[in-house]
C-alpha cells in the first residue's frame, strides 16, 4: 500500500502531464492557424515562434512530472520541493499566454479557456508536489 503523500506526488504529476497534453492537443492547433492581424512580429505574435514556445512548455511538464515521480519515488525530498517550485513556472508562464490570445478574436477563445486549465493543473500539481515534500518522513511509509 502507498503512503497519501505519494498519492498527493503521483496526483501533481497527473496534474502538471494533463497540462502538457491540453497544451499539446488543445492549444497548439489553434495557434499554429491564428491570422489575428496586430499580432507582433517581433515578439511571441508570429505563429511558429508561439508554437516553438508551447511546445517548451510542453517539454518541460512533461521533464518536471518525470522528474518528480522519480525524486519521490527514490526520497530525493528537498529536489521533490525544487521540482515542484519548477512546476509552478510554466503555469505563470501561460498566464501571459492566456491574456494575451484572448485578444485574438473568437477563433482563439476555446484555446483561451483551455490555456486557463493549463495555468491551474501547472499551479494545483506544482503546489501538490511541494505539499508532498514539506510533510514529514514519518507519513511516507517504509521507501522514504
Not at 525530498?77 to 478574436?105: C, E, M, S, W
Request: glycine share 14%; hydrophobic share 60%; net charge positive.
Amino acid at each position: 500500500m502507498h503512503s497519501w503523500p505519494r498519492r498527493i506526488l503521483w496526483i501533481g504529476a497527473a496534474l502538471v502531464l494533463g497540462s502538457a497534453v491540453g497544451l499539446a492537443v488543445g492549444v497548439i492547433p489553434p495557434v499554429r492557424g491564428d491570422t489575428y492581424p496586430l499580432a507582433t512580429p517581433w515578439a511571441f505574435g508570429t505563429a511558429d515562434r508561439a508554437v516553438r514556445a508551447l511546445w517548451v512548455v510542453v517539454v518541460l511538464d512533461v521533464l518536471v512530472a518525470g522528474a518528480a515521480v522519480a525524486s519521490g519515488r527514490f526520497g530525493y525530498r528537498v529536489l521533490l520541493g525544487l521540482v515542484g517550485i519548477l512546476a509552478l513556472q510554466p503555469g505563470l508562464g501561460l498566464i501571459d499566454a492566456a491574456t494575451a490570445y484572448a485578444a485574438h478574436g473568437a477563433g482563439m477563445h476555446r484555446a483561451v479557456v483551455v490555456l486557463w486549465v493549463c495555468v491551474g493543473l501547472d499551479l494545483v500539481g506544482g503546489l501538490s508536489m511541494v505539499a508532498s515534500a514539506v510533510i514529514p518522513r514519518r507519513y511516507w511509509g517504509d521507501r522514504a
